[in-house]
């Protein structure tokens, strides 16, 4: 699998992840998912929701293999994670 180095600092990262889950995301899934994660690619805006964090990460990830992803979780307020994936390690 070929390494995904960020594009963005995390500040940028997070700042692009925010501005398109705002405008664009949560009007559409805000009223029914809460708790949900959202993982969004924040150079092209594609997105997709699981209720894991790592799930939601994989979906798009398969959908898009150079996602610059951004994650939040739907009614906290708050970013879970951000950046280009996680590590796997294997024993």
Do not use: C
């Not at 949560?26 to 790592?54: H, L």
Request: charged fraction near 25%; proline fraction near 5%; glycine fraction near 6%.
């Amino acid at each position: 699998m070929p390494v995904r180095l960020p594009h963005y600092s995390p500040e940028e990262a997070a700042r692009r992840g925010e501005l398109i889950y705002e405008h664009t995301i949560r009007p559409v899934v805000e009223v029914d998912n809460n708790g949900k994660y959202v993982a969004i690619d924040i150079d092209t805006n594609a997105w997709e929701m699981d209720t894991d964090e790592d799930a939601a990460s994989d979906h798009l990830m398969a959908r898009i293999p150079a996602a610059q992803i951004y994650v939040t979780r739907i009614g906290y307020g708050y970013v879970r994670r951000f950046g280009s994936g996680r590590v796997r390690h294997t024993v």
